[in-house]
């Protein structure tokens, strides 16, 4: 029997995202048994009950502070804890591949890591921003104009599938990139990631964040093109500076794109894209340009265009209209925000889950409205995106779930579920149909310390 290369591809396609689909499933177990263990299985339980229907303040009320938190913490947990300072520099005596592999544990594996492949040698000030993106080898000339545009530090892992005999050529095609101009050498840092598994997004957007060397990043797919300077914008501002180092505020970039993708060969050249809001404002009533994926309205419109179109220059507003769909392009604090869940492989919901969990920490998102990016028209793999679309869909959906009682849990447990920094569990968890009930069973049970295994 004769059977097709494509069909081979897709079997394994489909084989990566069932293999996707249960370490979901698996890490959703370990991540909630461990911390709630019986409490768990009450939950799966109740999805069939019928039950009140509480609000929050029930849940709250119902939660009783444990009382940990009031007795005095006993002197032999600082001692550790000074020793465990002292102690730091083990780390160092520990094999790199090693501390990779448990950074990376979500991810497809085996996989290997190759950090600063090309390491940029320009001078770096620690408060910079650092535009964190991923490529593959048809988005080099895409990337070498986003090099040449933005004049700061990049910080970019690229996929190096070594599950085919060519991938010496690519090595050398990312060579070519990376000495096609002096810029390169100047700003950019390249991290590979060397194995079979296309398209784990969230894997590769934590490798150029976690390698990135300024205490600031962007998160930017590679498809956009900068168009005005928010970069020298948001150093110059100390307010924002501030909000920044807090590392409890992210600064939304709006994305737009032309309407026509087919109407015209302009849309490729950044040269003619607008640069500054007046020009984006005439090509928007000219209806050149409208949002980004304004046929897909969830995933940007929390930036609330009418409002960022009306604001006056320098006006920095706040995102009050969240849902979990959102999925704009950030500035954010490198260390402290959480991180992309890795066991989203494939198109469809991965963004979207980096930016919900975000959110959930209580990170507030900011627009700022005087500043944009373009997306460069380009073709999708549409068949392929269909059908990741559709497992990610489920796996997002789970994810929330998952993801609110982690941070009700954890917001509970430190005191701080009923203050800014959990307000923003509070009003996103309990959109999740029956997440109120769920929560309230959970954690009564929990805190009556009735719970034995
Ligand atoms: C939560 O905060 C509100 C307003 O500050 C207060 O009225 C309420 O009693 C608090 N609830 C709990 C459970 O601490
Ligand atoms: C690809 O790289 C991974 C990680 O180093 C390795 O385990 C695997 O054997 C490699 N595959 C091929 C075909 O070389
Ligand atoms: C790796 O290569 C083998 C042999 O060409 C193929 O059967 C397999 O499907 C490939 N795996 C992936 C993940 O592409
Ligand atoms: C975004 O779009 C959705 C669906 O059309 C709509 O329900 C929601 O109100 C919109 N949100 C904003 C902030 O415009
Ligand atoms: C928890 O304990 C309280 C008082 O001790 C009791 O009224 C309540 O029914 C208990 N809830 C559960 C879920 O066991």
Same mark, same amino acid.
């Given at each position: 029997?004769?059977?097709?290369?494509?069909?081979?591809?897709?079997?394994?396609?489909?084989?990566?995202?069932?293999?996707?689909?249960?370490?979901?499933?698996?890490?959703?177990?370990?991540?909630?048994?461990?911390?709630?263990?019986?409490?768990?299985?009450?939950?799966?339980?109740?999805?069939?009950?019928?039950?009140?229907?509480?609000?929050?303040?029930?849940?709250? %009320?119902?939660?009783?502070?444990?009382?940990?938190?009031?007795?005095?913490?006993?002197?032999? /947990?600082?001692?550790?804890?000074?020793?465990? =300072?002292?102690? &730091?520099?083990?780390?160092?005596?520990?094999?790199?591949?090693?501390?990779?592999?448990?950074?990376?544990?979500?991810?497809?594996?085996? &996989?290997?890591?190759?950090?600063?492949?090309?390491?940029?040698?320009?001078? =770096?000030?620690?408060?910079?921003?650092?535009?964190?993106?991923?490529?593959?080898?048809?988005?080099?000339?895409?990337?070498?104009?986003?090099?040449?545009?933005?004049? !700061?530090?990049? &910080?970019?892992?690229?996929?190096?599938?070594?599950?085919?005999?060519?991938?010496?050529?690519?090595?050398?095609?990312?060579?070519?990139?990376?000495?096609?101009?002096? @810029?390169?050498?100047?700003?950019?840092?390249?991290?590979?990631?060397?194995?079979?598994?296309?398209?784990?997004? %969230?894997?590769?957007?934590?490798?150029?964040?976690?390698?990135?060397?300024?205490?600031?990043?962007?998160?930017?797919?590679?498809?956009?093109?900068?168009?005005?300077?928010?970069?020298?914008?948001?150093?110059?501002?100390?307010?924002?500076?501030?909000?920044?180092?807090?590392?409890?505020?992210?600064?939304?970039?709006?994305?737009?794109?032309?309407?026509?993708?087919?109407?015209?060969?302009?849309?490729?050249?950044?040269?003619?894209?607008?640069?500054?809001?007046?020009?984006?404002?005439?090509?928007?009533?000219?209806?050149?340009?409208?949002?980004?994926?304004?046929?897909?309205?969830? #995933?940007?419109?929390?930036?609330? +265009?009418?409002?960022? +179109?009306?604001?006056?220059?320098?006006?920095?507003?706040?995102?009050?209209? +969240?849902?979990?769909?959102?999925?704009?392009?950030?500035? /954010?604090?490198?260390?402290?925000?959480?991180?992309?869940?890795?066991? /989203?492989?494939?198109?469809? #919901?991965?963004?979207?889950?980096?930016?919900?969990?975000?959110?959930?920490?209580?990170?507030?998102?900011?627009?700022?409205?005087?500043?944009?990016?373009?997306?460069? %028209?380009?073709?999708?793999?549409?068949?392929?995106?269909?059908?990741?679309?559709?497992?990610?869909?489920?796996?997002?959906?789970?994810?929330?779930?998952?993801?609110?009682?982690?941070?009700?849990? %954890?917001?509970?447990?430190?005191?701080?579920? @009923?203050?800014?920094?959990? +307000?923003?569990?509070?009003?996103?968890?309990?959109?999740?149909?029956?997440?109120?009930?769920?929560?309230?069973?959970?954690?009564?049970?929990?805190?009556? !310390?009735?719970?034995?295994?």
């Amino acid at each position: 029997m004769i059977v097709s290369t494509s069909h081979c591809a897709r079997v394994g396609q489909t084989i990566a995202l069932l293999y996707a689909f249960s370490a979901i499933f698996y890490t959703t177990h370990h991540l909630l048994v461990s911390p709630l263990r019986a409490c768990f299985s009450i939950m799966l339980n109740l999805s069939s009950t019928a039950l009140p229907n509480p609000s929050v303040s029930t849940i709250l %009320n119902a939660i009783k502070r444990p009382n940990y938190l009031n007795t005095q913490t006993p002197a032999s /947990f600082w001692n550790s804890d000074m020793a465990l =300072l002292h102690q &730091s520099s083990w780390f160092a005596d520990i094999d790199t591949d090693l501390i990779l592999s448990k950074a990376f544990s979500n991810s497809m594996h085996p &996989s290997k890591i190759v950090p600063f492949f090309y390491r940029a040698s320009g001078e =770096l000030d620690a408060e910079d921003i650092t535009i964190t993106t991923l490529i593959t080898s048809n988005r080099f000339p895409v990337f070498a104009r986003l090099v040449e545009r933005y004049q !700061g530090p990049i &910080s970019v892992a690229i996929h190096v599938n070594n599950n085919s005999s060519d991938y010496h050529a690519l090595l050398d095609s990312i060579h070519a990139l990376y000495t096609s101009t002096p @810029n390169m050498a100047r700003f950019v840092d390249v991290h590979l990631v060397m194995d079979s598994f296309d398209r784990q997004f %969230n894997t590769w957007r934590n490798i150029a964040r976690l390698f990135a060397r300024t205490d600031f990043v962007m998160m930017l797919d590679i498809d956009f093109a900068i168009c005005t300077d928010f970069r020298s914008a948001i150093r110059a501002n100390n307010a924002i500076m501030d909000k920044l180092r807090e590392g409890t505020s992210a600064f939304v970039i709006p994305a737009f794109e032309y309407v026509k993708p087919e109407g015209g060969s302009n849309q490729l050249d950044q040269l003619v894209f607008p640069t500054d809001k007046t020009s984006l404002l005439s090509a928007i009533k000219a209806r050149k340009l409208d949002m980004f994926h304004a046929s897909w309205e969830v #995933g940007h419109n929390s930036t609330d +265009y009418p409002r960022y +179109y009306a604001a006056p220059p320098g006006e920095v507003y706040k995102v009050t209209r +969240y849902q979990a769909a959102y999925e704009p392009y950030i500035v /954010f604090k490198k260390e402290g925000p959480p991180w992309c869940d890795e066991r /989203f492989v494939g198109y469809g #919901g991965n963004k979207a889950a980096c930016l919900f969990e975000m959110y959930l920490s209580g990170i507030s998102y900011y627009v700022l409205s005087d500043h944009f990016i373009l997306h460069q %028209n380009h073709l999708y793999e549409e068949k392929i995106r269909k059908d990741e679309r559709k497992f990610n869909k489920k796996i997002y959906s789970d994810f929330k779930y998952e993801t609110c009682l982690r941070y009700f849990k %954890n917001y509970h447990d430190l005191g701080i579920l @009923n203050s800014t920094r959990g +307000y923003n569990v509070q009003e996103e968890c309990t959109k999740l149909k029956g997440f109120p009930q769920i929560a309230q069973q959970v954690f009564t049970f929990c805190l009556n !310390g009735s719970i034995s295994d």
